[in-house]
């Protein structure tokens, strides 16, 4: 089975200010883990993933997030926040192993990010 | 266009009448997704298309939820006899084949049932 969970529905911040959104994850084999930002009415766009290699990825925006295979987590992070961030934040994760075919996603409930000017 | 559009953007509906939901994925895009997202809760897999293969309905929660693709493009995803819990945001997303590649999705349908 394969599982997000974002433990924290609201995450406020001052801007200027280091943020950390938080994710774990739960899967069979190995994953592959994405974030991707929803501003109101808008779909979902993708920030970042990672697939393999370098633990820390890098991806618009500013942000960045650490694969932790050991804590089993994946949390996106950003030096200096804007207030231009705010918005709804999504994990998604898929198993590496997954034969259903589909390789569709499997996403967290959301953290809705608030800086504060 | 570039990204993912869909159709209408907003739909109120009355309980039991049916609606239609549409979607253009991205050109080129032989994966197709729908999702539906409701308050206070993450993205819900619906229905995966992959070129000319047979759909992976497996996320349907009734049948009374159905969608098509046509020519390997455009998706419609059909709600007959509409209840309130289907009140939701139906997002489409596309992606260019099998592997690891981005999802990209649309704006989403935004269906209000009374």
């Known amino acids: 089975a394969q599982s997000v969970a974002q433990p924290e529905d609201q995450v406020n911040v001052a801007e200027g200010n280091p943020l950390t959104v938080k994710c774990t994850y739960s899967?069979?084999?190995?994953?592959?883990l994405f974030w991707y930002v929803q501003y109101p009415n808008r779909g979902l766009q993708f920030l970042l993933k990672y697939i393999t290699g370098d633990n820390l990825v890098k991806g618009s925006y500013g942000f960045e997030a650490e694969f932790n295979k050991s804590q089993t987590s994946f949390h996106l992070k950003k030096p200096s926040a804007l207030v231009s961030d705010s918005a709804l934040y999504f994990c998604?994760?898929?198993?590496?192993?997954?034969?259903?075919?589909?390789?569709?996603?499997?996403f967290g409930t959301g953290t809705r990010l608030t800086v504060i000017p | 266009g570039a990204g993912v559009s869909q159709s209408p953007s907003n739909k109120v509906t009355e309980k039991g009448k049916d609606v239609e939901l549409r979607c253009d994925p991205i050109?080129?895009?032989?994966?197709l997704y729908w999702y539906r997202q409701s308050l206070g809760q993450g993205l819900e897999f619906l229905i995966y298309f992959q070129g000319n293969s047979a759909p992976d309905k497996s996320g349907l929660p009734s049948d009374r939820f159905s969608a098509e693709r046509t020519g390997g493009s455009v998706s419609t995803l059909t709600i007959q006899r509409t209840q309130q819990e289907d009140s939701a945001v139906y997002l489409c997303?596309?992606?260019?084949?099998?592997?690891?590649?981005?999802?990209?999705f649309g704006p989403g349908t935004r269906l209000l049932v009374l």
């Open positions: 998604a994760v898929r198993d590496i192993g997954d034969q259903t075919g589909a390789n569709n996603l499997f």
């Open positions: 050109s080129g895009h032989t994966a």
């Open positions: 899967v069979s084999g190995n994953p592959y």
């Open positions: 997303a596309s992606r260019v084949g099998g592997g690891v590649e981005t999802q990209y």
